[in-house]
């Protein structure tokens, strides 16, 4: 048996359209946003993965428009099996994260598990009439991308000996890690119609919840994406991810792919990120303008990926 909706008109955004965060409304003036997120490591080092965790869960409040208030751990650990020093390193990249994005880290909760998982619950607000959510998406708009693709595959490369670990060290961890702060900032200068970020089912999936939730037709320009480097030729090598498969079976019937991509090509589409970008829907008029402001903010690959038209909800991928 499904459950209902919740019937409280204070509550704006809650489970309908399978949004990135819960928006209740305190006042006219404050609204606050709350999410939770943890992850198992991506990477073996711990500070790393303590920042990416951190900011993977801070993304859900930047990607509703708002800003991130308060923080709380949520910690999984093998203390009978790891040393506790690979804990503290986890928790001072979290730590050091949350303060990155100005916010309070406050406590939080821990548990012995067999696997290492780390994440936030945050808390942030937003105005109201401000909120960004998938759900806005109108023809006519362009979409934008903030972060290349491909964590999923290169993280299980890394692990399988595909790929030297300083290859992403050096070229992926960095952007990662970063925080989708500075796009969320920018867009505020703008007329974002709808947001939301790409994180576990892949931007197919993510952008097939955004057609849906505005009834709208939404095409992706396939060879517009941005996407990691050595990506395409781990799958080329066979390498793969356990969420590729169900992110293709989830969309698959909402979704027309017209382009003539190759298997291996269409994996990308499937690619559960970890700590993805925002993908922005925006009147076409602005998004040049857009576009320069985030790249002027340091939001470098950031790039325009597709449009926004009438008709039935459904995803095609060209």
Not at 72 to 82: D, E, I, R, S, T
Not at 293 to 315: D, F, Q, T, Y
Request: charged residues 20%; aromatic residues 6%.
């Amino acid at each position: 048996m499904g459950l209902s909706p919740p019937s409280d008109p204070q509550l704006l955004v809650g489970i309908e359209t399978s949004d990135d965060a819960a928006v209740y409304r305190l006042s006219n003036e404050i609204a606050m946003i709350n999410t939770v997120d943890f992850i198992t490591p991506p990477v073996d080092d711990p500070y790393w993965f303590g920042q990416i965790a951190a900011a993977n869960s801070i993304s859900d409040i930047y990607a509703m428009g708002g800003t991130p208030v308060t923080a709380l751990n949520l910690v999984m650990f093998p203390a009978k099996h790891l040393d506790m020093g690979i804990l503290r390193e986890i928790l001072r990249g979290g730590h050091d994260k949350v303060v990155e994005a100005g916010a309070s880290l406050a406590g939080g909760h821990s548990v012995d598990d067999e696997e290492p998982k780390y994440g936030l619950c945050v808390n942030g607000i937003v105005h109201p009439e401000r909120i960004l959510t998938n759900s806005g998406a109108r023809p006519g708009d362009t979409l934008v991308l903030t972060k290349p693709l491909g964590t999923g595959v290169l993280f299980n490369a890394v692990r399988s000996g595909k790929m030297p670990y300083r290859d992403v060290e050096e070229n992926v961890l960095p952007t990662v890690a970063s925080l989708n702060r500075a796009a969320t900032e920018e867009a505020q200068n703008f007329e974002i119609h709808a947001c939301t970020d790409i994180t576990g089912f892949g931007i197919a999936g993510h952008l097939s919840e955004m057609a849906n939730a505005s009834g709208t037709e939404i095409t992706l320009q396939y060879s517009a994406l941005p996407i990691y480097p050595g990506t395409l030729n781990m799958y080329r090598k066979g390498e793969t991810t356990g969420s590729n498969d169900n992110n293709r079976r989830m969309v698959e019937a909402h979704t027309s792919i017209r382009s003539g991509l190759s298997h291996i090509d269409e994996e990308l589409l499937f690619d559960p990120q970890t700590s993805g970008g925002l993908l922005l829907s925006l009147p076409n008029d602005q998004a040049d303008r857009f576009l320069a402001g985030l790249r002027a903010a340091g939001v470098i690959h950031s790039v325009s990926v597709g449009h926004v038209e009438e008709g039935p909800a459904k995803l095609v991928i060209e």
